[in-house]
């Protein structure tokens, strides 16, 4: 790349596109705008409504699963899928050292430890070669993350697991209709988390849900969710008359039938959203094959991808300033999180040199934009303003 190319617009020449190419936009139509209406004008606005429980039953579905519950957060679902086992204080759990917080938040909420583990450089994923060390008697638990929508190899984590007696909350916050081996993620582990945040596939604004096949945790997870309360079943079978009783400490952890008509809604063109942004990373793969010094994350053998994200990784020493240059151009790139390590508040947890492939994930990886109304000229905008940069 030639960085003092007059012609790019970091150094003042005319930019690709105009207008700022976001990186992120919700995909809501006039369903979503008519669900929300109508379910605030039945004036049932509380929590765990029937919209709620229709999202739930339809979701379950989807992903083939028993039980799926709708939260009011990924975080709260994390939470939740630990306090579910009462493992004793201290326990440890596997954490990937490239993730958000939550992650790490729902181990530490519970007085348990996070035991962070590297990734693999070329898609930010849970090296599997590197669990095995880290089990000790206090180990618990393992939490595989979905980087980007990219499903580790569960079948080996589970293997894992299953010859450790390990449970596995499995933090498919980013991969809503991505599959491993024709399974959807949410069905792959004994405790699943989703989000449904403004920047996810499927969004309800703010939102998360736990899904599992489990009886026993679902029916406690009802609970805990619903601050200790026996209201889920009071609510269904009105077995007492006209009250419900408070037995076991819990959360207000529920969400409004508001946001449960919009889950409906969005759950309904998941799959169109998510080909969608097939079609564009498709041509991104197409368009910018070959670049010197640019490569794709590494989709795990026998996944499918959901393309929450579209991540490129770039020479380390010229990241920002490739940032900065598509930004220039209109294309707004960015760099996502860092590892947990790297973080004010995990820095005790380890440094640069005991996490390789989590350092040389983060040096290289940048964003670019992806969404169902991207539209295709500026898709084409985006590959230009690459490209342009690139040359």
């Known amino acids: 790349?030639?960085?003092?190319?007059?012609?790019?617009?970091?150094?003042?020449?005319?930019?690709?596109?105009?207008?700022?190419?976001?990186?992120?936009?919700?995909?809501?139509?006039?369903?979503?705008?008519?669900?929300?209406?109508?379910?605030?004008?039945?004036?049932?606005?509380?929590?765990?409504?029937?919209?709620?429980?229709e999202f739930e039953k339809n979701?379950?579905?989807?992903?083939?699963?028993?039980?799926?519950?709708?939260?009011?957060?990924?975080?709260?679902?994390?939470?939740?899928?630990?306090?579910v086992k009462d493992f004793p204080q201290g326990s440890e759990v596997i954490v990937p050292n490239f993730t958000y917080t939550s992650t790490a938040l729902g181990v530490l909420y519970n007085n348990l430890k996070v035991r962070l583990v590297d990734v693999y450089e070329d898609n930010g994923s849970i090296d599997l070669s590197k669990i095995e060390a880290l089990i000790n008697n206090k180990t618990v638990a393992i939490a595989p993350v979905d980087y980007g929508g990219i499903p580790p190899d569960m079948d080996k984590l589970n293997e894992i697991a299953k010859k450790y007696n390990l449970f596995v909350v499995h933090d498919t916050a980013q991969s809503i209709g991505s599959e491993f081996k024709g399974k959807k993620t949410g069905n792959l582990a004994d405790i699943s988390t989703f989000s449904f945040h403004g920047t996810k596939n499927l969004t309800t604004g703010e939102g998360g849900a736990i899904t599992t096949n489990d009886d026993k945790l679902a029916e406690r997870i009802k609970i805990l969710r619903e601050k200790g309360t026996n209201k889920y079943s009071f609510l269904t079978d009105n077995v007492t008359r006209g009250y419900y009783e408070y037995v076991d400490i819990g959360n207000s952890y529920v969400q409004s039938n508001i946001l449960g008509a919009m889950g409906i809604t969005q759950l309904n063109k998941l799959d169109w959203m998510n080909n969608r942004r097939k079609?564009?990373?498709?041509?991104?793969?197409?368009?910018?094959?070959?670049?010197?010094?640019l490569d794709f994350l590494n989709i795990t053998e026998g996944a499918t991808h959901n393309w929450h994200l579209f991540g490129i990784l770039v020479p380390p020493a010229d990241k920002y300033w490739i940032m900065d240059a598509l930004r220039a151009e209109g294309v707004m790139s960015n760099v996502h999180y860092t590892p947990l390590h790297r973080n004010k508040y995990y820095s005790n947890l380890g440094t640069d040199n005991e996490f390789p492939g989590s350092m040389k994930f983060f040096n290289r990886l940048l964003r670019l934009p992806i969404y169902p109304s991207l539209t295709d000229n500026e898709k084409e905008l985006v590959v230009k303003a690459v490209k342009k940069n690139f040359a």
Do not use: W
Request: aromatic share 8%.
């Open 279 to 293: 079609e564009i990373a498709d041509y991104y793969l197409q368009e910018l094959k070959g670049i010197d010094g």
């Open 59 to 83: 979701l379950a579905k989807y992903l083939d699963v028993k039980h799926a519950l709708f939260l009011n957060s990924a975080t709260t679902a994390l939470d939740l899928a630990f306090r």
């Open 1 to 53: 790349m030639n960085k003092s190319n007059q012609k790019l617009a970091i150094n003042g020449g005319t930019p690709v596109s105009a207008n700022p190419i976001l990186i992120h936009k919700p995909y809501l139509d006039e369903d979503d705008f008519k669900s929300v209406d109508t379910a605030m004008r039945t004036t049932f606005i509380s929590g765990d409504g029937p919209e709620c429980r």
